[in-house]
């Protein structure tokens, strides 16, 4: 029963963690759509704030033990090559 109980949480805490990565992802197409990116600085701010407060909801996740830390590198990994994408689309256009 234990085991389940920790596999849960774990599955919980992955869910979480994709969900808020998906809304950043949300937030970055947007941008995309928009190629907005180089005359917003607010955007860029309220990004680099919701990047550093996922990873430290990795961070947190990865100490308790309840994701491994190569899952959330590879979670943040994938939100950062968006913004590249972005990033050059906004220099190309």
């Known amino acids: 029963m234990a085991s389940e109980m920790i ?11 994709k969900a808020d990565a998906d809304k950043i992802l949300k937030l970055i197409k947007v941008q995309m759509d928009n190629l907005t990116m180089p005359q917003c600085p607010l955007y860029e701010e309220v990004l680099d704030t919701q990047m550093f407060g996922l990873s430290r909801e990795i961070d ?8 491994e830390e190569i899952d959330g590198k590879n979670l943040l990994g994938e939100l950062e090559r968006e913004l590249s994408a972005l990033h050059e689309a906004s220099v190309r256009k």
């Open 60 to 67: 947190f996740a990865v100490r308790l033990g309840l994701i």
């Open 7 to 17: 596999i849960n949480h774990q599955e919980k805490a992955h869910a979480i963690l």
